[in-house]
């Protein structure tokens, strides 16, 4: 069974940066689409970016130019970089993963971690 943990979540002042962590155990990720979700309070869940087992990367376009996302087979970990955070970026950050497919969708996500705050406030 996968377990997922994100770290990294704080507060930080408009135009800073955060690096969230996505770690795996009970699974190695490279097999897997991992996709990085965030809910801010009153607000719907949304998609932020998306790596699947080949690479390959989405980002909605809020977050285009300012995040990146990558993973390390090797630490079982995939990372969401974050520069020129944005008070609208605050929310609960979400990593989930689904082991086949390549669907970036939040619905077709089988495994969640619980989240992490992120906070952007002058």
């Known amino acids: 069974q996968l377990q997922l943990v994100e770290s990294g979540g704080g507060s930080v002042q408009p135009g800073g940066s955060l690096r969230l962590s996505c770690a795996a155990s009970g699974a190695t990720l490279n097999k897997y689409t991992i996709g990085w979700f965030r809910q801010a309070p009153g607000k719907d869940r949304e998609g932020v970016s998306c790596?699947?087992?080949?690479?390959?990367?989405n980002y909605a376009d809020s977050v285009k130019g300012r995040f990146t996302i990558s993973r390390d087979n090797a630490k079982n970990t995939v990372y969401l970089q974050m520069n020129s955070l944005k008070p609208e970026d605050t929310a609960v950050y979400y990593c989930?993963?689904?082991?086949?497919?390549?669907?970036?969708?939040?619905?077709?996500?089988?495994?969640w971690g619980k989240g992490t705050l992120v906070t952007v406030s002058s």
């Open positions: 989930a993963a689904r082991p086949w497919g390549s669907s970036c969708l939040a619905q077709d996500m089988i495994y």
């Open positions: 790596i699947r087992s080949g690479g390959s990367t």
